[in-house]
Structures are given as structure tokens and as C-alpha cells.
């Protein structure tokens, strides 16, 4: 899919002022002594992006819009659909009849929540290459994405310049979400490198589901948190790792200490910017590509048991696992590449490669 902006006039950036309507309608923020008015008018001077507006991307930009947060980008690779509506908040069903983009349409619903700001949709997949034309210029980057390699990239985007930017992530009952400043906290690959998760048990919402409230309470906190710095009230920040089941009630939050010889906060070591760990997409023959997946090894009967619920004709031998979501066909090699049938397209591949794989 092409980087485009889903419209290109964009609002006058309204300052927020004194006028009556204003204040009015902040009111109960700016009554809340963490925010009062000074923090109200660091909001409105303000701005986020958001990269993926699945459910958590999708809460957590109307939360920010309703706050008045003065200037919002809502980054999605993906159109809605009926299985969305269960959890994502900003569409309904006539978003999911006309297959619109979800930058899209989140744009249409932001703008009549919030007219006084600054809001643009863009339909695009974030990579290596467009990162820093989507993502510069703005003070805050918050993950609303479905996938680790889109993290690991906003991680090595964020670390390299100097940006604070939210982990936030749900899959089932569960999920987590950390606060990255660089330079100050612990970042995203302290956090996840260097541990083993064994490939192919990786559970995505795709295979395993997610329930809306462990998304709404995730995205809360990001919100909250956002709204922090933004107004420049870091004092108040958590400062953890929290992660919260909602199925089993059960709470966290822990210290994540920085790790002294981080490949991307200490050694500055970027390649998730480089592209080296960017799945790469070739075409291969006619309607369909191969998506080159360096350094994994799969366990294909654990692949194959875990999307046995999800997606159709699951098979497979010793060599290759074969499904279908229509109207594609993955077929997916033990050493991790694929080849995807129905489609010339690299964001539909990484896509779902990404849902049903995983990074
Ligand atoms: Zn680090």
C-alpha cells in the first residue's frame, strides 16, 4: 500500500484560549489540580501520533482528542472489519460495510468529537524507510500497533531521537504497557532482548482473541500517562512496567532497569531502522510474494495447533505449514519464510504475517 494522507487539508491548529467555551468544555480536566490550566494550555500546545489504530490505537487517540491534545496523527496499514467492532472503540458498521481505511475513518470520527484540533489520517505501513517523515515533528509516539517489529522500530526511532514514546500491547485477558524515555527509563529492547521466547508460541489476537475491557484498561493507562507528559507533568509518571489480567484480576508493576549494554539505548545499535530486521517482501511469480524471514526457526505442529481455530485449512508437514484466510493462502517454511498467494501486495503480506506468525 502507498503512504497518502487520507485528506490533506488540515485544520487550522486552534491554540487553546481563555473565551468561555473553552474553558467550558476542559473544565472538569482543568478543575483536576494535576492538569488545572497551565497543563491544559501545554495540551493544547501539543502533539501525538499514533501508530496503528487498532483497539488500543483507536481508544487511546479519542481519549487524547477528547483532552484536547492540539495536533493528532492516526498512522493504520488496514481497513475495517466486522471483527473489529468488538473491541475498537472509533468505528461501527458501516465503517466495516465500505471497507474504509481505519486512518480514515478514525479521522472522520475524531474530527466531529473534537473540531478545535488538529487531526490527520494516514493510510500507510510504517517502515524503515517512511519513519522519519511520518513520525518527526511530534512530541509524543504512542503504540497502538499489533506486532513487535513495529515496535522494536518506534523503539530504535524513539531511543535515537530522544523521543518518549508508550509501549502498550493486549492479547486475550492480559496486557502490558510501559512509559519509555530515553536516555532516563528503560527502553523496549532492554525490556524484550536477549530473553528466548521460542518461536512459533508466540500468541497473537488473531489466534488467541482479546477482550475489549483489557484494551480499554490498557489504554487508559497509555492515555494517562500521555497526558502526563504532555501537559509536562512527569513527576507523575509510573515509571513501571504494569500489566493487569482482567479474566483472573491479576495486577503488576515492576521495575524495569535499564540494561547497561542495551544494543539500542547504550550501544546505539539502530537496525530496526536499517531494515536489517524489517520482514522483506519479494514478488514471486504471478499474484503472490515471499516474505524473507531471517534468524527464526518455527515449530510448525505448534504453529499448526495454534491457528487450527483461526484460520482455514490448516495443514502441514515437516517442512511447511499451508493455511488459508480468504481469499489468501500463506504457506509458511520452517525457517520462517512464507509465501502468500492472492496478493502482489508487501503491506498485506507483512500484515498477515504478522497477525498469524508474529514477529
Ligand atoms: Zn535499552
Known sequence: MQSRRADRTAHPLSPFSKDFASLERYSRQILFAGIGESG?????????????????GASTVSLLARAGVGRLRVLDRDFVESSNLQRQALFDES???????????????LRAINSAISIEGVVADLTPQNAGELLSDFDLLL???????TRLLLNDFAVKHSLPWIYAAAVGSYGVTMTVRPGRSACLACLLEGTNTPAGVEETCDTVGVLAPVVQLISSLESAEALKLLAGKEDALHGRLV???????????VEISRNPNCRCCARREFSYLQGQAQPHVTLCGRDSVQIHERFRSLDLPALGARLATAVESVRHNEFLLRFRV????????????AILKGST???????????????
Not at 352 to 358: D, M, Q, V
Open 40 to 56: 491544559q494550555q501545554r495540551l493544547a500546545a501539543s502533539s501525538a501520533v499514533i501508530v496503528g489504530c487498532g483497539a488500543i
Open 95 to 109: 465503517d466495516a460495510r465500505d471497507s474504509l481505511p481505519k486512518a480514515f475513518a478514525a479521522q472522520q470520527k
Open 143 to 149: 503504540d497502538g500497533t499489533d506486532n513487535f517489529e
Open 243 to 253: 500489566s493487569a489480567d482482567v479474566w483472573s484480576g491479576r495486577f503488576q508493576s
Open 326 to 337: 480468504p481469499p489468501y493462502e500463506m504457506t509458511v517454511f520452517a525457517d520462517g519464510r
Open 345 to 359: 501486495d508487501a503491506a498485506v503480506a507483512r500484515s498477515l504475517y504478522a497477525r498469524f506468525i508474529g514477529a
